[in-house]
């Protein structure tokens, strides 16, 4: 049967790369429309009239917004490579982290990222709590997902690949080997997979933009 | 199964506690219900069921806790299968459909009447409301499209967005009352008009949703103590 599938992302969204990593997994064919988000195409305005944001996943003509569930529409529709267990309880675990990544950990990581002194430090505390807890979710396994890679790995594929980028440009270390040893071993690992890493935008573009995001917030020296 | 197996933490005042509780009543599910005063020191077993969040409502089932209103219910609907229809809709591009709807309700409607709530001038409150009478006429859409002319946002019977939107009426209604006007109503909305009457009258969420008179009485108590707190 001909599907047909579009994805409307932008070059650098953390939120369509879990889109796309979950396509790549499930070995979809699919057509890539990259949006300008200051100058947004007519057709993303018709499919996610709500939100106008990417991405969006277009299935035989039908939209789907919200990364996560665009990611159980998938993992629903083609059953190949599962990314969300099977066990109800499980699933249920595994969307309480990927919710907890978007609303609390990634707002901690930023606010280190834009702080600081001595908010800074306080904010260092509160995304090292945050990161304890996801640390405390590897014991024992691989992924998130186990073995293999799996939703919550997805959902928390912009903790491999963007912390290390704001860290650089902050100079400073949020995840430590030594004080987070699984979650370091974690993000080596999802990097390492082919299916992952081929796909993350350029890193020397990822610095320059979120240097210039940066940039506002940090104190210009008199 | 016993009733011994499951127990919901929660707070009768609180949305997100009634739509779980609606959850368990559309799959005929029985459960202890263990009130949390979540405005007081927060009791120790809740805090040992949701380290993370420290929050209501948490379901334990054969004690495991599960945490966060709108994965309880999606749990609710997987772990019961036998038990009624389900709760989602079973086609899959339906499902994300009312994921989303349940997304925007809670991230982006919910909070703009909490907001109203807590602004005290008038321009502000105007724009909030301005944004509240939008959000109404999205969810007027969503009603249509989603319900296909039937009953509810699941068709014929009470489903996932029924419960999700449907378990504020009752703050919707303290909101009308303190504000001077309707949310919901025949003119710019008909669709929910029509809908929130059936919901509060649909055994699922009768005994439910909280009276709004009770809802305010509770209302002025937080205000009461916070103040003489602050």
Redesign the interface.
């Known amino acids: 049967m001909g599907e047909e599938l579009k994805l409307f992302r932008t070059w650098s969204s953390r939120y369509a790369l879990r889109v796309v990593h979950a396509l790549k997994i499930k070995d979809l064919e699919y057509e890539t429309i990259f949006e300008d988000i200051k100058n947004k195409s007519t057709s993303l305005l018709e499919y996610n009239p709500i939100h106008k944001k990417v991405p969006v996943l277009v299935h035989n003509g039908k939209p789907i917004c919200e990364s996560l569930v665009i990611l159980e529409y998938i993992d629903e529709i083609w059953k190949q490579s599962p990314l969300l267990p099977q066990d109800p309880y499980e699933k249920a675990m595994a969307r309480f982290w990927a919710k907890f990544g978007d609303d609390k950990v990634m707002p901690s990581i930023w606010s280190v990222f834009i702080s600081q002194r001595k908010d800074q430090e306080e904010a260092i505390a509160q995304a090292a709590g945050n990161l304890k807890f996801l640390e405390e979710q590897l014991t024992g396994k691989k992924f998130f997902g186990g073995e293999t890679i799996g939703y919550l790995d997805i959902a928390f594929g912009w903790v491999a690949n963007l912390i290390s980028i704001l860290e650089e440009i902050a100079d400073l270390k949020l995840v430590d080997a030594e004080i987070f040893p699984l979650l370091s071993a974690w993000m080596n690992n999802f990097s390492d997979h082919p299916v992952i890493n081929e796909c993350w935008p350029p890193r020397d573009k990822m610095v320059e933009k979120f240097k210039a995001m940066r940039e506002p917030y940090v104190e210009k020296v008199a | 199964m016993a009733k011994g197996d499951v127990q919901l933490l929660g707070a009768w005042s609180s949305p997100f506690t009634n739509r779980v509780q609606m959850a368990l009543n559309l799959k005929s599910i029985d459960y202890e219900f263990i009130e949390v005063n979540f405005y007081s020191n927060k009791s120790e077993s809740l805090l040992k069921a949701n380290p993370?969040h420290k929050t209501i409502p948490v379901l334990i089932?054969d004690e495991?806790p599960?945490?966060?209103s709108l994965?309880?219910i999606?749990?609710i609907d997987?772990?019961w299968t036998k038990n009624g229809q389900s709760i989602l809709p079973s086609d899959?591009?339906d499902?994300?459909i009312a994921?989303?709807w349940a997304?925007?309700i809670d991230e982006k409607w919910f909070p703009l009447l909490k907001e109203l709530g807590k602004e005290s001038g008038d321009e502000t409150k105007a724009a909030i409301m301005r944004k509240i009478f939008e959000g109404a006429g999205?969810l007027e859409e969503a009603f249509v499209k989603c319900s296909k002319g039937k009953e509810f946002f699941d068709g014929d019977n009470v489903g996932y967005v029924d419960i999700v939107l449907g378990c504020f009426l009752g703050w919707i209604k303290v909101t009308e009352s303190m504000a001077g006007l309707k949310l919901f109503d025949e003119t710019r909305t008909p669709g929910l008009a029509g809908w929130a009457e059936r919901f509060v009258s649909h055994n699922a969420a009768k005994d439910i949703v909280p009276e709004p008179h009770k809802l305010i009485e509770f209302y002025m108590m937080v205000q009461a103590a916070k103040a003489s707190t602050g």
């Open positions: 993370v089932h495991k599960i945490c966060e994965i309880i999606q749990y997987e772990a899959p591009y499902r994300a994921r989303f997304a925007y999205l």
